[in-house]
């Protein structure tokens, strides 16, 4: 059975089941993973997975059900399922099914040119890549990470009240760490590449960046333990930035686990600092143009010189408060439940170059990346400790790696400590959802420890 006719024959049937308001979300996800080692395939690997989950409002109650199969057999095993849960299910906030908002902005996140990109040449991408960085330098050891994947996506979204919606989005993800080897030191470099297009990237540049920053850490000094002005390289800077970003959600407020709960038009921030998040930013891994509720994306400026604007809402979040949903409903997959998450968060870039942030201190660290976040960071709080890589600045120069830090600091303290933003927009992996990105930023002071 196909979607279309499973779909039909779903929401028809519910119907006799005494079903009022039905939702249905379906996604398809077709996934590449390759490891790569010393010039050999480690491991390799294509998938296929599918779901769908149902969504019905059964004698005033949401009840839920999911399933991975398309057939008659599992019409029957949805809406009995929805229907016996429906009645244990307690909201504080009544549910319904959203018939659709008045217009839906088109996207096209989806990139030809990466689908028709064969197996083949995604395997000989690495051991290109992997040939590059063995003859970058001869200090170079092995790589002890080095993987790409490859997905495509699907989601569709239909429901009893006419509503349609679906869409396809597909990126790569490229990461490399490097280890170097000298007279008995050991260091790593990594880089990360998103991408949509996997001809357009260049091994030997990609290769000379991680080898070149794994080489640099090799002669790391130590310096006092004191605070410092800091810059917090892009990458570094959104890894953090990541960290926090269920501040911005409106359930979280609403729970009492965001400090930024009744904040909305105060500002919390520098006054230099602009977030928004974009749903149809062209290269962006949450690109989309409808959430988990099926509501139309549109971007949303969440501070604005400083002044937070609006957190991130769903329908639910939304009604508690008495305003529409920003479009920012999320599904972890078609399991999951529906919560809040951003799509593209990012801070604004400036005009101001990464090289300007660096020379405009006498003394100083640049921070070039963080370890330790999920367990080192404390969203409610704000309070973060934890492993940091990067150079000393002296005289507004890069004079040598540091060896490895600690920094220690609140991040709302930081975000009104930004004494500037830079031009280097870059995105990172985050601990929660979306993707979040920052450019380089110079902070006024964090305590820096070194080992």
Avoid: W
């Amino acid at each position: 059975m196909n979607l279309q006719e499973f779909q039909k024959e779903l929401l028809n049937k519910g119907e006799t089941y005494g079903f009022s308001d039905m939702e249905i979300y379906y996604e398809k996800a077709e996934n590449f993973a390759s490891d790569i080692y010393k010039g050999e395939i480690d491991s390799y690997s294509t998938s296929v997975e599918m779901g769908l989950s149902f969504r019905g409002l059964y004698n005033g109650n949401m009840g839920y059900a999911y399933t991975e199969k398309l057939d008659e057999d599992s019409i029957d095993f949805l809406l009995n399922s929805a229907k016996e849960n429906a009645g244990i299910m307690e909201e504080d906030t009544p549910e319904e099914i959203f018939s659709g908002s008045s217009f839906y902005e088109e996207g096209n996140f989806y990139s030809a040119r990466l689908k028709e990109t064969s197996v083949e040449e995604k395997l000989d991408f690495l051991k290109e890549l992997d040939r590059c960085i063995y003859e970058a330098d001869p200090r170079v050891d092995s790589t002890d990470y080095f993987t790409m994947q490859v997905q495509e996506k699907e989601r569709a979204l239909f429901n009893n009240k006419g509503l349609s919606l679906q869409e396809k989005l597909n990126d790569l993800i490229l990461y490399v760490s490097v280890v170097v080897k000298e007279n008995g030191i050991t260091k790593t470099g990594e880089k990360l590449v998103f991408s949509k297009d996997m001809r357009e990237l260049d091994p030997a540049k990609i290769a000379k960046e991680a080898v070149e920053e794994a080489v640099s850490y090799l002669k790391a000094v130590s310096i006092p333990n004191k605070k410092y002005p800091i810059v917090l390289r892009n990458t570094a800077a959104a890894s953090l930035f990541g960290t926090f970003a269920s501040i911005f959600s409106a359930e979280e407020a609403q729970k009492g686990m965001s400090q930024l709960k009744n904040k909305v038009g105060e500002s919390i921030a520098s006054s230099i600092l602009d977030v928004v998040d974009d749903p149809f930013l062209k290269t962006g891994v949450f690109s989309r143009t409808f959430d988990g509720e099926g509501v139309a994306s549109k971007p949303l400026n969440l501070i604005e010189k400083g002044k937070l604007t609006s957190l991130l809402h769903n329908r639910k979040t939304a009604q508690k408060e008495g305003m529409e949903s920003t479009g920012h409903a999320y599904k972890d997959s078609y399991k999951g439940a529906l919560t809040v998450a951003p799509s593209n968060l990012y801070i604004t870039p400036s005009q101001t170059s990464y090289e300007d942030l660096v020379s405009s201190i006498e003394e100083g660290v640049v921070i070039t990346g963080l370890s330790g976040l999920h367990s080192g960071a404390n969203a409610v709080s704000g309070d973060f400790s934890v492993a940091a890589y990067g150079y000393r600045i002296v005289d507004g120069e890069i004079k040598s790696a540091v060896n490895q830090m600690t920094i220690a600091g609140n991040f709302f303290d930081l975000l009104k400590d930004i004494e500037e933003v830079g031009s280097d927009l870059d995105f990172a992996f985050s601990v929660s959802p979306g993707y979040i990105g920052s450019p380089s930023l110079k902070v006024k002071k964090l305590s820096v420890t070194v080992e």
